[in-house]
């Protein structure tokens, strides 16, 4: 099974695994980090240096967490709308499983909600929610 991971805070294995169950055995996984802003006015102002880089943060250090648990992993960046960094992973990786980890309710950065169920519609693969703590 091909799984694209995305996700703005690192996970491991554990949580990857918790999110797909037993689908996660054999699982090759792409990660992806789309660098959020914070708010609308960094975003629309396209302040994106912070955001490029704690991006880069989450992503290497998520694809070094699976690959300890043996996990095959690979990863990239992301743009800073979710939903285009899907679509550009897509591009290069077709996934069977979109799993999305947000930030839990009010913790949430701009875009963050309501973006698996449009990414399900639009990409029609199964996506899976799941919350990661800041």
Known sequence: MRVLVLTSEPVDAALLRAALGGDARDAEVLVVSPALQDSPLRFWM???????????EVEEETVERLDEAGVDAAGDTGE????????DALAAFPADRIVV????????????????????RRFGIPVVRSEVGR
Do not use: C, K, N, T
């Not at 396209?46 to 880069?56: H, P």
């Open 80 to 87: 800073s709308d979710p939903l285009q960094a899907v679509a």
């Open 46 to 56: 396209s302040d994106v240096d912070q955001a490029i880089a704690r991006a880069r």
């Open 101 to 120: 980890f947000r930030h839990p309710q009010g913790q949430r950065a701009y875009l963050e909600d309501d973006f698996a169920q449009e990414a399900e």
